[in-house]
T-cell receptor, first 111, second 117 residues
Framework: QSALTQPASVSGSPGQSITISCTGT?????????VSWYQQHPGKAPKVMIY???QRPSGVSNRFSGSKSGNTASLTISGLQAEDEADYYC???????????FGTGTKVTVL | QIQLVQSGAEVKKPGSSVKVSCKAS????????ISWVRQAPGQGLEWMGG????????NYAQKFQGRVTITADESATTAYMELSSLRPEDTAVFYC??????????WGQGILITVSS
């Protein structure tokens, strides 16, 4: 099971919107709408921002939203803020012997 | 609120094994799964395997099959991950995380395992 593909970096100015893509295959993202997104600040543990494609956990800002089209999932951060600068990882359920696969990770920079 | 607290950092020699723990507090330990995730320095997250104590089922990523053993002690509400035949490239932070349906939350604080001669 290969890692899901994410852009290495995405940047935006405060207040702007950015979108991070996460490309898999029909065996993971394409079949299951079970993608979760994690935010990780340096030296910290990851934190879930989106689960099951487009669901936001309690306490997560509504500036974060998730979607999916075909084999690609996306995370959009609107109204970009300095605190959003972090690494972001997608993760998909695969229904396979290895049931979870993470993305390669994207570094978000707030200019 | 479920919290996961992991054991401390370790330094190991190549070829040796390491066993780390992840103690859960709050919630019902047996009712949910615990997964282990590796993060090498400057690298991404990698799912290693997981256990669902109530069913006694364990899954391992193919990459780690044969080298990793994940167990759980329900009475101690603690999960364990043992990695054998350590090599320098295994140097990483290892996280445990609760699996709720199909996502991971919360996560433990992470354990740095350094493999060096």
């Amino acid at each position: 099971q290969s890692a899901l593909t994410q852009p290495a970096s995405v940047s935006g100015s405060p207040g702007q919107s950015i979108t991070i893509s996460c490309t898999g295959t029909r065996r993971d993202i394409g079949t299951y709408n079970l993608v979760s997104w994690y935010q990780q600040h340096p030296g910290k543990a990851p934190k879930v921002m989106i689960y099951e494609g487009d669901q936001r956990p309690s306490g997560v800002s509504n500036r974060f939203s998730g979607s999916k089209s075909g084999n690609t999932a996306s995370l959009t951060i609107s109204g970009l803020q300095a605190e959003d600068e972090a690494d972001y990882y997608c993760c998909s359920y695969t229904g396979d012997i290895t049931p979870f696969v993470f993305g390669t990770g994207t570094k978000v920079t707030v200019l | 609120q479920i919290q996961l607290v992991q054991s401390g950092a370790e330094v190991k020699k190549p070829g040796s094994s390491v066993k780390v723990s992840c103690k859960a507090s709050g919630g019902t330990f047996s009712n949910y799964g615990i997964s282990w995730v590796r993060q090498a320095p400057g690298q991404g997250l990698e799912w290693m395997g997981g256990i669902i104590p109530i069913f006694g089922t364990v899954n391992y990523a193919q990459k780690f099959q044969g080298r990793v053993t994940i167990t759980a002690d329900e009475s101690a509400t603690t999960a364990y991950m043992e990695l054998s035949s350590l090599r320098p490239e295994d140097t990483a932070v290892f996280y445990c995380a609760r699996v709720y349906r199909n996502w991971f939350e919360p996560w433990g604080q992470g354990i740095l395992i350094t493999v060096s001669s």
